[in-house]
Each structure stands twice: as structure tokens, then as C-alpha cells.
């Protein structure tokens, strides 16, 4: 293996598969990057098992010469640390196939590392159906969702996001069984496959993602999820288990119908967790009295803040109490984009949607916390 690529361009494509490698793995081999020279270009891999991100540079004039093709795994953390350091053109040739040569200018490196063929293979997903994506809709889609994932390993299934595709809907769902967050948009293609994908690697994706706006290719099989966008690729390890029906937690309808204006109840209820942090549930209390709506939290030793806002529209019983976990209320409002919500109240321990205005195909669900 003997290859010249601009630092810059080693560095940008180093930084993205860096994210898939642990430091904390069983095999040592996984603590470093794979790098596959050919004819047509340069492949690096990172992984830790379950995570997969691949980086695909064409050989390009000025940019990456494959002078003679091979392959090597060297230590992720050295790799990146040396190139992010250089600055033009890097000589790397391998010395033998655990040892590369690195030059820059007057800099001479030399990095131990693995073998290739001691590397895991890529999934195969050769028998699965592939899915087009606009990749800024779906990008949406998996932020409006992923944070309600549940970060406790009791249930598995619940840490990662439910994603389903049938008769031309694709949705997303994420519940940690205190609240939920759910997603839905219309596509073209007629496939159906229903996967938990992590959300780690949903998080990783999001990353990846950076405002690209090519289509993402998604592909699904027994074990896998497989996203490709542009030079990029991402796979996961699926989570086994069956996802809960959440169809059945999501209310008709309720007590009070109130419509605010997200960007004002946001910074509210930002405001009013101030004094929510000794509470395990960040306690924020809501009263709606009046034709408007206090937002309130206390703290024993410290104080406690309070404030009203005015209703811009109401329907049903006009007065209620509740509380709520104010972080939960934040992420739900901060995946709104839309410049009003609708707050739908079904009584003092029943569940509160949150729906955008004009969107019906999104939805937050919370369910109320006990004020003692």
C-alpha cells in the first residue's frame, strides 16, 4: 500500500469514522481504523461491533493518488492525533502489513498497527430492499424523536427508536414509557419493514448528516440498519425484541384545548426549571386560569419563580392544574417547528399531547408526575 492524500482531506474523512471506534473492546484490533487502498480510491472503516461508519475517497488528482493498493489497520487515536498535526500532502506506505511509514514534508512517522484480514467484514445486505430518503426530512424526523428514547437498559427495546415503513408511511417513534415522541411522513415507495435502531447510532447519523442534501439510501435486514449518504455509511446493529403498541397511549381527546406560541412557552418553561432541579422529575406546575397560563417551580432552600402567559386560544374546561417534568416539556417543544402548539389536556393525572399546529403528523405525549 503505498498512497499521497492532502491532510486536510485525511483529517475531515478520519473525523467521521473516528466516532465508530471504543477504546473499551475486547479485540485490540478494533481500536483502530481500517484503511483499504485500490485502483479507485481509499475506504475507512471504524467499529466497535455494533457500529460501523465507512468514509469512501475517490482518487482524485491533488487530492489522492493510490500509487499501489493494500490495506492495514492502524490504532484510530495515534492516526488521527498525527494527521490532524500535518498540514499538505501525506506519504503513508505500509512497511510491512503491520507497519506504516508516514511523511510530511521533513516529519517521518512510523505507527504499528493489525493486520488486515484480522479486521470483521462488512454486513451483507444484498438481499435487502433499499429505501430513497430526502435526507433533510428524515434527519428531522429522527431529531423530533430520538431524544425520548429511554437511557435505562431495563428494557432494551425502549433505548432505541422504532422505525416502520407500510403503505407509503414512514414513522418514527421513541418512548421511555413516561412520554413519547412520534413522527410520520408520506413516501412514494411501497416497502414494508419495521426495525429498533439505537440511539446511538441514530445520534451518530444525525452527526454524519451535517446538513448534506443528497438523498440517504436506508436498507434494512435481519441483524442490520444500513444508511449510505453520498461517501458516508453508517451501519448498526439492530435491537432485538418487540416494540410496544403505542397507538393505544395516544388520547382522542381531552378536558382543555389550549393553542401557545411554541417559542414563548419554551423559553417559559426553560425559565421556570430553574428551580426544578432538586425535584427527580424537574417539577414544573401549570395552571390555566383566567384565559392564561402559569408556569411555576420551587426550590426548599433557594426561592421559586413564577410566570403567565396569555392563551391564544381555549376550548373545554377553562381552568386546570397539572405538573409536569419540565426537561421532558422542553424537548417536546424544542422539536416543534411550527410557530404555534396545541396543549391537550385530558385531566390532572391523564397524559398531555402536544400536537404543532397544522401537523398532524407529529406528536409529543407526557404523562403527568405526582407534585408530592
Not at 74 to 103: C, F, M, N, W
Not at 117 to 127: A, F, G, I, R, S
Not at 162 to 172: P, Q, T, V, Y
Request: include cysteine; aromatic fraction near 4%.
Amino acid at each position: 500500500m503505498k498512497i499521497t492524500i492532502m491532510s486536510e482531506v485525511f483529517h475531515q474523512a478520519l473525523g467521521d469514522v473516528v466516532r465508530a471506534v471504543s477504546t473499551r473492546t475486547p479485540m485490540p484490533v478494533l481500536t483502530g481504523v481500517h484503511l483499504v487502498a485500490t485502483e479507485e480510491g481509499l475506504t475507512l472503516v471504524g467499529s466497535d461491533s455494533d457500529l460501523i461508519i465507512t468514509r469512501e475517497l475517490p482518487a482524485e488528482a491533488g487530492r489522492l493518488d493510490v500509487e499501489k493498493p493494500g490495506a492495514i489497520v492502524l490504532p484510530a487515536r495515534y492516526l488521527a492525533e498525527i494527521v490532524k498535526k500535518l498540514s499538505g500532502p501525506i506519504h503513508l506506505q505500509l512497511i510491512d502489513d503491520t507497519t506504516a511509514d508516514i511523511r510530511c514534508g521533513e516529519i517521518k512517522t512510523k505507527l504499528k498497527g493489525f493486520p488486515s484480514d484480522d479486521y470483521p467484514k462488512l454486513p451483507v445486505m444484498e438481499e435487502s430492499e433499499t429505501l430513497q430518503l430526502d435526507a433533510s426530512q428524515w434527519m428531522e424526523m429522527l431529531k423530533q424523536t430520538v431524544f425520548a428514547v429511554s437511557k435505562s437498559e431495563a428494557k432494551p427495546v425502549l433505548t432505541g427508536v422504532h422505525i416502520s415503513m407500510g403503505e407509503g408511511r414512514l414513522k418514527s417513534v421513541a418512548t421511555d414509557s413516561h412520554r413519547l415522541a412520534y413522527r410520520e411522513t408520506m413516501i412514494d415507495q411501497q416497502i414494508e419493514w419495521a426495525c429498533i435502531v439505537p440511539y446511538q447510532a441514530i445520534g451518530e447519523l444525525i452527526k454524519l448528516w451535517d446538513g448534506k442534501t443528497e438523498a440517504v439510501e436506508v436498507a434494512m435486514n435481519e441483524h442490520h440498519i444500513h444508511c449510505r449518504l453520498g461517501e458516508t455509511s453508517l451501519y448498526s446493529r439492530l435491537i432485538d425484541g418487540k416494540y410496544p403498541n403505542v397507538s393505544g397511549l395516544i388520547p382522542e381527546g381531552g378536558e382543555t384545548l389550549v393553542k401557545m406560541e411554541t417559542k414563548q412557552l419554551l423559553k417559559g418553561v426553560d425559565r421556570a426549571c430553574l428551580f426544578a432541579g432538586e425535584w427527580k422529575n424537574h417539577n414544573v406546575y401549570i395552571t390555566i386560569h383566567d384565559g392564561r397560563m402559569k408556569l411555576s417551580s420551587a426550590a426548599t432552600q433557594l426561592g421559586n419563580i413564577q410566570e403567565s402567559q396569555k392563551i391564544m386560544e381555549i376550548e373545554g374546561t377553562e381552568e386546570m392544574k397539572m405538573t409536569l417534568d419540565g426537561k421532558y416539556l422542553m424537548e417536546a417543544l424544542r422539536s416543534v417547528k411550527e410557530e404555534t402548539v396545541t396543549l391537550q389536556f385530558g385531566g390532572i393525572m391523564k397524559p398531555v399531547v402536544i400536537r404543532p399546529e397544522g401537523n398532524a403528523a407529529h406528536l409529543q405525549l407526557i404523562s403527568p408526575v405526582r407534585a408530592y
